[in-house]
């Protein structure tokens, strides 16, 4: 079993940064694919970027330039750098691991994740 436990996350003017981070408690093999979702109140959670144990990212566009997603595949964490805030990207953010490699037309797909964080709350104002 994966506990994942995210941290980071608070409350920052628009244009401003904030890294979450997010820590697997497992052996790596369990966490081929790691992700964060974000979910607004009122919408469906939404995927924001991935990384796979081979450093391949995916990016949803509207955070494209904005944020970065890096991992350390040591210490089985994965964080999130998030410049240039908007209120839209206020959200309760979620981390998630994936035990296989996923692809550009399914690593927004939350099947496809086998274990998720709490989440952490960001809020832009």
């Known amino acids: 079993h994966v506990q994942l436990v995210e941290s980071g996350g608070g409350s920052v003017q628009a244009g401003g940064s904030l890294r979450l981070s997010c820590a697997a408690s497992?052996?790596?093999?369990?966490?081929?694919?790691m992700g964060w979702f974000r979910q607004a109140p009122g919408k469906e959670r939404e995927g924001v970027a991935a990384?796979?144990?081979?450093?391949?990212?995916s990016y949803q566009d509207s955070v494209k330039g904005r944020f970065t997603i890096s991992r350390d595949n040591d210490k089985n964490t994965v964080h999130l750098q998030m410049n240039s805030l908007t209120p839209e990207d206020t959200a309760m953010y979620y981390c998630?691991?994936?035990?296989?490699?996923?692809?550009?037309?399914?690593?927004?797909?939350?099947?496809?994740?086998?274990?998720w964080g709490q989440g952490t709350q960001v809020t832009v104002s």
């Open positions: 990384m796979d144990i081979d450093g391949v990212t």
């Open positions: 998630a691991v994936a035990p296989r490699r996923l692809y550009t037309y399914n690593w927004r797909n939350e099947d496809e994740y086998n274990y």
């Open positions: 497992a052996y790596s093999y369990s966490s081929y694919c």
